[in-house]
């Protein structure tokens, strides 16, 4: 009986699920660009029996016996990051990025702090001082923005700094297509003597197949998830550089002791299994073509999509994402267009821009990127093709325009309307083609 064979018999239902999602991705175009898709052998790690098994501690220094075999996948995974990054330490047990982050802020703060971060609205991730979440709650919170053009405001970044003299600054985005100023923002933190903290989240597999800046040579700390484009499954890597060292030799004693005592128990060690074997995956040659594939992706869809009449923030991207612009179309009608792409069969994500008139619930924009879509094989020509579909759908939703006062009825009626649309209809259809030629299950 295979794998697939006894979940189908032990849970219809979940099995059932599974399968749905399985058609959907293969029937369609992901960019969202916080996702991607895994190689059958990191699936493989990440569904071993190695998540029966706990092991609270480090590779050597356990609290419960028998971890003689996790010690080894632990250190093949610090290894291997260690490699990849061109870093001195990395801590591969956070749960994922959010908690990897939250354990910077334990191991290096105190609670009340001074911390500066890009802020939400203008790119910035919740756990860099969003004003709900743990890192403004227990901390204080001064949050950067980015300029008209859509760059980071490294004037208002250094004015803030001088004033308000952080203990951590943060840089990093989850949608900012630009490339970071890691050096420019490094030395704004030195001059004030803070530690330089850059989220990586986004943009690790970039760095390291050498399709975007690294930021070792100017951070402190380094954090990143391991399920974005560096292919992994979901995730957390925490790392200190060879300057983070010089600044506090007792940084990776600081991050060790958050992580465990201070935040979490027990590793998911078929996680770290299969984050090894990612990492793996990334050294190799194959991984820099794929990284450089990407940004090459990414900057044909967005030229397309210009060319097409859409706007971009910042009109473009140097990364593997981009961020469209709706605020000519009205305030919050990030939700008609990410609807309609879905109908389509095009998945993205709607997100709020810089400045946004609306709410992060009903955002002024959408954001989409190219990592899944060139793990498939696909490249410059696909990128024209989707585009294509991006700004017909377009024309279909720009009717649209979000009500000031109660939404649901104008929903409900334009979730009716599309789901009758023809053009839509027949979008769908050639997408579907589209993605079939490129089928990875
Ligand atoms: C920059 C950045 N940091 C951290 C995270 C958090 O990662 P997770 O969702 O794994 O907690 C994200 C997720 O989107 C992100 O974009």
């Known amino acids: 009986m295979s794998r697939k064979d006894r979940l189908r018999k032990a849970d219809p239902e979940v099995f059932n699920a599974i399968r749905s999602e399985l058609r959907r991705r293969k029937e369609g175009l ?3 660009p916080s996702e991607n898709i895994t190689s059958k052998a990191v699936l493989e790690a990440l569904g071993s029996i190695l998540t029966d098994k706990y092991s609270e501690g480090y590779p050597g220094r356990r ?16 290894e291997r990051a260690k490699k990849a990054f061109g870093v001195p330490y990395a801590n591969v047990q956070p749960y994922s990025g959010s908690p990897a982050n939250m354990a910077v802020y334990f191991g290096v ?39 008209k053009d859509g760059y980071i405001d490294l004037e208002e970044v250094e004015r803030l700094a001088k004033e308000n003299k952080p203990k951590l600054i943060w840089c990093g985005a989850t949608s900012y297509p630009r490339e970071f100023p890691f050096e420019a923002l490094g030395r704004i933190a030195d001059d004030v003597g803070a530690y330089f903290a850059c989220d990586i989240a986004h ?20 954090t990143t998830t391991t399920h974005k484009t560096l292919r992994g499954p979901r995730g957390g890597i925490i790392m200190v550089t060879e300057k983070g060292l010089k600044k506090d030799p007792e940084l990776p004693n600081k991050i060790d002791k958050a992580i465990i ?39 044909v869809l967005a030229y397309e999509l210009m060319q097409r009449g859409l706007k971009l923030v910042s009109d473009g991207t140097d990364n593997h994402m981009m961020l469209v612009d709706l605020t000519s179309e009205g305030p919050g009608t990030g939700v008609f267009f990410q609807e309609a792409l879905d109908m389509a069969g095009i998945t993205v994500n709607k997100n709020t821009i810089p400045a946004d008139p609306s709410s992060p619930f009903y955002p002024s924009g959408i954001r989409l990127g190219s990592p899944t879509v060139t793990t498939q094989g696909m490249k410059e020509d696909e990128m024209k093709l989707i585009a294509g579909f991006i700004a017909e759908v377009y024309s ?4 649209y325009r979000l009500p000031e006062g109660d939404k649901k009825e104008y929903l409900a009626t334009f979730r009716q309307e599309i789901r009758r649309n023809r053009t839509l209809k027949r979008i769908r259809n050639e997408v579907k083609s589209l993605a079939k030629k490129f089928e990875i299950y």
Request: hydrophobic share 40%.
């Open 30 to 32: 992901e960019l969202i």
């Open 63 to 78: 609290y419960y016996g028998g971890n003689q075999f996790i010690d080894v996948v632990e250190n093949l995974a610090i």
């Open 109 to 147: 703060l105190s609670p009340g702090n001074v911390v500066m971060g890009q802020n939400l609205l203008d790119g910035g991730h919740l756990t860099h001082g969003w004003k709900t979440n743990f890192s403004s709650l227990f901390y204080k919170s001064i949050p950067y923005h980015v300029k």
């Open 203 to 222: 943009i690790a597999g970039l760095i390291i197949g050498g399709a975007h800046k690294s930021p070792v040579p100017f951070a402190h700390i380094i």
């Open 261 to 299: 005592p201070g935040l979490q128990g027990g590793p998911h060690n078929h996680q770290t299994a299969a984050i090894a074997v990612a990492l793996a995956e990334t050294l190799k040659p194959e991984f820099r073509d794929y990284a450089s594939q990407v940004v090459k992706n990414a900057r």
């Open 396 to 399: 279909e939703v720009k009717k």
